[in-house]
């Protein structure tokens, strides 16, 4: 049976040209980075040379980039890390209600450990309240730390504005950029951005791979200890194939950012006229506008969303009910209770994310489905 793919925020497919790119380091190329002789050099300079990529999509220095495990070990190296480093200057940090659990997550091993930790609400749409974060503020706030753009609903934050207000206050600001990475331009001096997590499989590198930019003007304290690697800050022998296929996946979507928006924008926008136009009772949850390019996630009234799910499954149909990371549980997902909605639409959304592979055809066999399933299980 075909797949088609619709949870390109779960993860994406490696690119051929990324895979092409790391074979070597899975092969001859397997001299150890922190080695002298030649084999050790080549892998050394691969992995510079990634960083460089890296630094350029996002308009920052190359030593200001550490290459990480994943996204989440990224979130909770900048969080935990800036947090323990600058206890002397206050221990309140704000974050959203909204966040990915590997945020939520590290805030809550910070307050086990005496730190104290404002959850912003967010509006209907999910974005954070300006004025509900400039009243939070305190004399102790370090860090303000609000994603890019939200994994569930794809709602994209005024990032340069929140950017703007931690500067104006002398509050460090980190961004978890997983989602938006590759979709949105991000430019992190001119958005007053210090800190930024980032991760490869949602950008068609492999999965177990993922990057921190952390300003060089930040302390912070090291959450892997060992070696010398990533100029002491992170230890543990460097994953060269990997970081070579994240540099080589991010220097393709730097360069085809435009094309690929457009791409996916227009099947999204396609998809959500054509559930609008075609099926009663749906609700499009997060910002109609400031949304993901990629993102679509509906509500069916009354409609059970995972066994939504296993019936698309039997097409070949990929989607996703929650998050990549929230599916699985039986709790209900925490961004769509932030926004208000009632069990009745949190039950029944489903999230449609799109990607380079995906066709208007495949988009239309997508519709089909959803419609025939939703009619049949109404009656
Ligand atoms: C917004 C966001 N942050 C962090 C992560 C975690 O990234 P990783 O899977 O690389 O740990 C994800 C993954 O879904 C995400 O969507």
């Given at each position: 049976m075909r797949i088609r793919y619709f949870d390109h925020a779960a993860t994406t497919p490696v690119r051929p040209e990324v895979l092409n790119s790391m074979l070597p380091f899975l092969g001859?190329?397997?001299?150890?980075?922190?080695?002298?002789y030649t084999i050790g050099r080549s892998s050394r300079r691969a992995i510079e040379e990634a960083r460089l990529e890296v630094a350029k999509a996002i308009n920052c220095?190359?030593?200001?980039i550490y290459f990480t495990s994943c996204g989440s070990e990224s979130d909770n190296l900048i969080i935990k890390g800036i947090m323990l480093a600058n206890k002397y200057k206050g221990k309140h940090m704000i974050t959203s209600k909204i966040e990915h659990p590997a945020v939520l997550n590290s805030c809550k091993w910070l307050e086990r450990n005496g730190f104290d930790i404002t959850y912003l609400n967010v509006d209907?749409?999910?974005?954070?309240?300006i004025d509900e974060l400039k009243k939070s503020i305190?004399?102790?706030?370090?860090l303000i730390s609000i994603m890019?753009?939200?994994?569930?609903?794809g709602t994209i934050q005024p990032i340069t504005e929140i950017g703007r207000i931690a500067k104006d206050n002398n509050i460090i600001f980190h961004t978890d950029a997983v989602q938006a990475m590759g979709n949105i331009k991000i430019n992190v001096k001119e958005q007053n951005i210090d800190a930024l997590s980032m991760s490869g499989h949602k950008i068609y590198a492999p999965k177990g791979i993922g990057s921190a930019y952390i300003s060089s003007k930040i302390n912070f304290e090291n959450l892997i200890n060992g070696g010398h690697q990533e100029r002491g800050r992170r230890a543990g022998t460097e994953n060269v194939a990997s970081i070579v296929g994240l540099g080589k996946a991010i220097s393709l979507i730097n360069r085809e950012i435009n094309a690929y928006n457009n791409h996916i924008q227009t099947l999204r926008d396609f998809y959500i006229s054509e559930i609008e136009r075609r099926i009663d009772d749906v609700k499009l949850n997060g910002d109609r506008f400031d949304r993901l390019p990629g993102n679509a996630n509906f509500s069916f009234k009354g409609v059970d969303a995972e066994q939504l799910l296993l019936y698309l499954d039997s097409y070949g149909i990929c989607a996703s009910a929650g998050s990549a990371c929230t599916s699985?549980?039986?709790?209900?997902?925490h961004v769509l209770m932030a926004i208000g909605l009632k069990e009745e639409y949190i039950q029944s959304a489903l999230r449609a994310s799109f990607g380079m592979s995906n066709t208007i055809e495949d988009v239309k066999f997508l519709v089909d489905k959803i419609k025939a399933f939703v009619v049949k299980y109404r009656e």
């Open positions: 001859i190329e397997y001299g150890n980075p922190s080695s002298l220095e190359r030593n200001e209907s749409n999910g974005k954070v309240l305190r004399r102790d706030t370090v890019y753009a939200n994994n569930e609903i699985g549980q039986s709790n209900p997902s």
